[in-house]
């Protein structure tokens, strides 16, 4: 289910901060929502941006089956508050929305589940990589990611009392 960027080519390691099943998210699309996001007061950090982003096309597509989402007053108010919104920006928050409108059956959610463990999904060492869980809302998280070669620090030794 999860490669680092390896395997991808020098410009889309440099560019991508993630890729799902072939679908680059740029560094740029997760910024840009994240300043978007910011601009209009709501509150989130890059790598729930990138979670979400993510999610979003394993939603939609868990949804789909039965017409798909359809934007809410949810939706409706954060576009509001984002009338320049990207593209991305407007996956994120339809994401946002579904995952807060609790109206996925548990066939959609396990449609979603099996859909997200088959997934291919590279994330860019820069946001840490993808990290499962057995929780929902989108059974993830993308944290960071310690290489085997750093060794923490070995705690120092109490200095004898004199």
Request: proline share 8%.
């Amino acid at each position: 289910m999860v490669a680092f960027l390896g395997g991808c080519g020098f410009q889309t390691r440099q560019q991508a901060a993630a890729v799902v099943n072939g679908e680059v998210i740029s560094q740029s699309d997760v910024q840009t929502t994240y300043e978007q996001l910011q601009t209009a007061r709501y509150d989130f950090t890059e790598n729930v941006v990138l979670t979400a982003l993510i999610a979003a096309p394993l939603l939609e597509s868990a949804v789909a089956p039965s017409g798909g989402w359809k934007p809410d007053a949810t939706y409706a108010e954060v576009m509001t508050a984002i009338p320049d919104a990207t593209e991305s920006t407007k996956d994120f928050v339809a994401a946002v929305s579904l995952i807060q409108s609790q109206t996925m059956t548990p066939a959609q959610m396990e449609a979603y589940r099996t859909d997200l463990q088959k997934a291919d999904i590279s994330v860019n060492p820069r946001f840490g990589e993808v990290v499962p869980s057995d929780e929902g809302p989108v059974y993830f998280s993308i944290g960071p990611s310690t290489p085997n070669w750093i060794k923490p620090a070995a705690p120092e030794a109490a200095a004898p009392a004199s």
